[in-house]
């Protein structure tokens, strides 16, 4: 995944001579995942890839900081109460934790260094502002509502928009990719599936940078290190392949209904080691007569379930003090639903001609507890924990 692409100039066959005008060879670079028995791109640099002259370590906290949720509560994190600065990629405040996925809040105006996380691949959503991403890849305008899909490996940097840009990181120990349910034997999204091949932007270009002694951020499973290359790492002047950056909008998600409440896997938009990331977008109300158009309450027993909640109204959650900008945390152990009087509110909405929901959210269920990183411990409003025994919404 996602599909086949091509991009600026590749000679007739792979592997064989391609000529740079000054009559040396280009050097390839073969991208490749899973031992190369999995998907590829195959790269053409004007310089040679491998020429590095410095390597240093740099600090980073990995998870230090991060605590097991225990005692065991549901929790809060209003991001609004998060310091904005640096860039995309070093400003990034850790919000939740385990060893298969890594979740932060990024809100920052300045460009970032040159990026590339060994460690895993990375879906990077767009909450508010836009932002270019370039990669050795080519080009890809990110903006509000975008899930920017970054294979491991992949060396490449962000430039926000004037006004900055606002994000939610999150950084697998492996890949993310559509769900195998969506897909075809052969890679092909199937009818039934909320989004296909139309709904992904791969990128343009390439953008053949020239430059000296560049030096490249690089996260392994060790830590960062900053790897200094002889030549700029965006000579490409060509590609091809089925590996490459992407960016999906929230927007183009299809949202799939039942006449009554229909539970998370349809809202399901992308599958990682041990987690997922699903899409709750605007979309009519539950139609049965008798519907109760929110969700009922549930105790999703080997999950621990972080919901972003990045546009509209959330009706289920009155009374709680979330708002657009708030993420929740409800852990395996935690039996959660909608706030007292929610339901009522939306059987009596429904029967006042309400059928439609306005909210957008973003979803991760891991299937590993995650811990509370600083930024969540920073943030977190300590009274949300006790919102259901109230006795109706405020
Ligand atoms: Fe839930």
Redesign the pocket.
């Given at each position: 995944m996602p599909y086949y692409r091509v991009t600026g100039e590749v000679p007739r066959k792979r592997h064989i001579r391609f000529h740079r005008p000054d009559g040396g060879l280009y050097s390839e670079e073969l991208m490749g995942e899973e031992g190369f028995s999995s998907d590829s791109s195959l790269l053409y640099h004007t310089h040679l890839p491998t020429a590095i002259t410095k390597s240093e370590g740099v600090a980073d906290g990995g998870q230090a900081g991060t605590v097991p949720n225990h005692p065991l509560l549901p929790r809060h994190v209003r991001t609004t109460a998060l310091a904005a600065g640096g860039d995309l990629v070093l400003g990034r405040a850790l919000l939740f934790a385990n060893d298969d996925v890594r979740i932060s809040f990024v809100s920052a105006a300045a460009p970032s260094g040159l990026y590339r996380n060994s460690a895993g691949d990375e879906a990077v959503y767009i909450q508010q502002g836009s932002a270019v991403f370039e990669s050795v890849y080519g080009t890809i305008t990110a903006r509000s509502g975008d899930y920017v899909v970054v294979p491991r490996g992949t060396i490449h940097r962000w430039l926000p928009a004037d006004a900055g840009v606002s994000a939610l990181a999150i950084e697998a120990s492996g890949h993310i990719r559509p769900p195998r349910r969506y897909l075809s034997a052969a890679g092909q999204f199937l009818e039934h599936a909320p989004y296909s091949e139309r709904d992904l932007r791969g990128p343009e270009g390439p953008l053949l940078a020239d430059g000296q002694d560049v030096p490249v951020i690089v996260r392994t499973r060790g830590g960062l290190t900053r790897l200094t290359y002889a030549h700029h790492p965006f000579d490409v002047v060509g590609w091809d392949g089925c590996l490459y950056p992407y960016a999906f909008n929230i927007a183009d998600f299809e949202p799939v209904l039942k006449r009554t409440h229909a539970p998370?896997p349809v809202h399901q938009t992308f599958e990682g080691p041990n987690f997922v990331i699903c899409s709750f977008c605007p979309r009519p109300l539950d139609f049965d007569p008798e519907a109760v158009p929110i969700?009922y309450n549930?105790h999703?027993v080997d999950s621990d379930?972080m919901?972003f909640y990045v546009g509209g109204d959330y009706t289920a959650r009155k009374g709680s003090g979330i708002g657009v900008g708030s993420i929740t945390l409800?852990p395996a152990g935690f039996t959660?639903g909608p706030q007292p009087g929610a339901v009522e509110a939306a059987v009596a909405g429904l029967a006042e001609g309400k059928t439609t929901t306005d909210e957008t959210a973003v979803m991760i269920d891991t299937f590993r507890p995650l811990n509370l990183g600083p930024a969540a411990r920073q943030a977190e409003d300590p009274e949300y924990a006790w919102t259901w025994a109230r006795s109706g919404p405020s």
């Open positions: 998370p969700p549930h999703n379930e919901m409800h959660h």
